[in-house]
């Protein structure tokens, strides 16, 4: 046992200390940190090591250290959003003793009287700025640890594109320092200068009529894709995410992404969903890339190729869904999913259709028709228009 080697303190914008953290410095004989911590440390016995780029390699240079007195320092909370949460990944719990500072999240609140459960909690701070747009909801609390000075800006900007330019931000720099400044404005007026690097902005959202809101359900209207036919439509498209059943922290193989409109409502239905867009034409897996970002999860990993052979060498997928495809890849895709984990094919062509039946027969699980028709002019008044039919199997490998 090497008892508790490491040591991660919290730091406030004013470097105040505790004595339990002082106590911690003076008896490391390694102190790791930015340059900003260190410097509000002072003089120390131990020596003081800025994080190198890439950070991965001061990562590493801390796991060498393992069994002796070491010391992190972190901004606020080093578990919310912090280094902790990456040192954890790789040492013990039982090596590590941490003393927190309050988060940023948590002096955003208290300055602006917010209930800080109530509010979304985000970082845009070395994260795809695009991750935001999901949480644009009307009449929702938004609070965004910044990635620089020109985050708020830029903020404001994807307010006003989305229909949210009545919105509030208050950008709130150097929290818990002397040099403390909050500012508000609506984001259509936003024209702060001179904003610190290090700041947050808390954002009140007030939708405009036309404002463009991703809904909490799966089905988003077509028109929100780009694509050149190749779309899993909207209603059928509500159906096979129910038959996918995604749950958190799972990951889904879109094989013939097409849009990529499945994998993108996958990962749409909690932020720690995971999906990978298989695709072999180029202009689709552009696209696919394009209309991720404009949806809010650029996160989508897109592979060029064809099933089988792109899935070879692929993390194991919790879910599978295949918009049409031939028995080679159907059987490839059966055969990489564990125990446990769900298969959707959608069918339109008799031939595929007739391949559905053959494996409802074989492996069980539900075979069903999805029949959507819309209604059109006809002269003077309306008529149904049908769409294909659709055949859908499910089955959940045993």
């Not at 009140?204 to 036919?229: C, S, Y």
């Not at 202009?283 to 696919?288: L, V």
Request: net charge neutral.
């Amino acid at each position: 046992m090497t008892g508790r080697w490491l040591t991660i303190l919290g730091v406030g914008e004013d470097g105040a200390l505790s004595s339990a953290a002082r106590a911690s410095i003076d008896a490391a004989t390694a102190i790791f940190g930015g340059a900003r911590h260190l410097a509000l440390l002072g003089p120390t016995k131990a020596a003081q090591r800025p994080w190198p780029s890439p950070f991965a390699l001061g990562v590493a240079e801390v796991m060498e250290r393992r069994g002796a007195p070491t010391v992190v320092l972190a901004s606020g909370d080093p578990f919310f959003y912090g280094v902790g949460s990456t040192l954890a990944e790789k040492i013990a719990r039982d090596e590590i003793f941490c003393l927190p500072a309050p988060s940023t999240f948590a002096l955003v609140a208290a300055r602006l009287a917010w209930s800080q459960q109530d509010c979304v909690l985000l970082s845009l701070h070395g994260r795809a700025f695009e991750r935001v747009t999901p949480h644009l909801q009307p009449g929702r609390r938004l609070i965004a640890l910044s990635w620089d000075e020109t985050t708020p800006a830029r903020l404001a900007e994807h307010l006003i594109a989305r229909g949210f330019g009545r919105s509030v931000l208050h950008v709130l720099e150097n929290l818990g320092g002397p040099r403390e400044r909050i500012r508000s404005a609506a984001a259509a007026e936003f024209a702060f200068q001179d904003i610190s690097p290090l700041n947050a902005v808390a954002v009140e959202l007030i939708a405009d009529a036309d404002a463009r809101v991703i809904p909490l359900t799966p089905g988003l209207p077509d028109e929100w894709f780009e694509h050149d036919g190749q779309l899993t439509k909207r209603e059928v498209r509500a159906v096979t995410l129910s038959g996918l059943a995604p749950k958190k922290g799972e990951r889904l193989w879109d094989i013939g992404a097409g849009a990529g409109s499945i994998a993108i409502e996958w990962m749409l239905a909690d932020p720690a969903n995971r999906a990978v867009a298989i695709e072999r034409d180029e202009t689709r897996a552009s696209r696919i890339a394009r209309n991720a970002a404009a949806l809010g999860v650029p996160d989508l990993e897109i592979l060029r190729g064809a099933a089988p052979a792109a899935l070879a060498g692929l993390e194991p997928p919790d879910a599978i869904f295949i918009g049409g495809g031939g028995r080679d890849a159907i059987e490839a895709a059966w055969a990489a999913l564990p125990g446990g984990g769900r298969i959707v094919v959608n069918a339109v062509t008799l031939e595929t259709q007739a391949l559905l039946s053959d494996l409802f027969a074989a492996r069980g699980g539900d075979l069903v028709e999805v029949r959507i028709a819309k209604a059109r002019a006809v002269g003077g008044f309306h008529a149904l228009d049908p769409a294909m039919a659709v055949l859908q199997w499910r089955g959940q490998k045993p």
